[in-house]
């Protein structure tokens, strides 16, 4: 079994920083990503920072140039330090991992969610 938890969220003023944390444990054989998505109240989940497996990094229009995603490969665990938080941040923020378990397909792996709100 596969599992993602994630940890870091919190209320933080505007302007403030907070780091999430995803680790992910047990049977993995091949990581092809790992990243943070959120989801508003009312609104769709959407694409925060993806990090694909060589380093490569997505980020969404709206965090770029105040979050960081990186990655811990030993632990496999994945990081969002996220500076500069606006209240149009609040959400429940969620890890995801394409990953294999064992020699063969790769499959979508979710954490629980942790929520972070920013106030004005």
């Known amino acids: 079994q596969v599992q993602l938890v994630e940890s870091g969220g919190g209320l933080v003023q505007s302007g403030g920083s907070l780091r999430l944390s995803c680790a992910a444990s047990?049977?993995?054989?091949?990581?092809?990503?790992m990243g943070w998505y959120r989801q508003a109240p009312g609104k769709q989940r959407e694409p925060v920072a993806i990090?694909?497996?060589?380093?490569?990094?997505n980020y969404a229009d709206s965090v770029k140039g105040r979050f960081a995603i990186s990655r811990d490969n030993d632990k496999n665990t994945v990081y969002l330090q996220m500076n500069s938080l606006k209240p149009e941040d609040t959400a429940v923020y969620y890890c995801?991992?394409?990953?294999?378990?064992?020699?063969?397909?790769?499959?979508?792996?979710w954490g629980q969610g942790t929520q972070v709100t920013v106030s004005s």
């Open positions: 990090m694909i497996s060589g380093g490569s990094t």
């Open positions: 995801n991992s394409i990953l294999s378990p064992t020699y063969g397909p790769h499959f979508s792996y």
């Open positions: 047990g049977s993995i054989f091949n990581i092809q990503s």
